[in-house]
């Protein structure tokens, strides 16, 4: 994770860590953590929606595996972190693996 001058944070993350984070921010959200409306959560949403309709095996793979960066601000850095945390946690649920393997410490 680097510090921008501004700020900032950019992030590397595959789209499969995009996906997961978007499922857990947006999706299972269900308005208990606020502040997933800013402008990298859209970014992301935008990136999952280029998902190929159609195609074989690989081609999805290639699409998950494609990194992209984004920059997050701190406070969207917090958000993300207790999506992945505390809704699993409301939930009874095991922890996403993003947690572990693409989001960063």
Avoid at 38 to 65: H, I, L, N, R
């Amino acid at each position: 994770m680097a510090e921008s001058q501004s700020g900032n944070f950019s992030l590397e993350l595959s789209m499969y860590g995009v996906a997961e984070i978007v499922k857990w921010c947006i999706k299972e959200n269900k308005g208990r953590i606020p502040g997933v409306d800013s402008k990298v959560f859209k970014e992301m949403q935008a990136a999952v929606s280029e998902k190929p309709e159609k195609g074989d095996y690989f081609t999805y793979d290639q699409f998950w595996k494609t990194r992209r960066t984004f920059e997050f601000t701190k406070e969207e850095v917090e958000t993300v972190d207790r999506c992945l945390y505390d809704i699993p946690n409301f939930e009874a649920k095991q922890l996403p693996q993003i947690r572990y393997k693409f989001w960063g410490a």
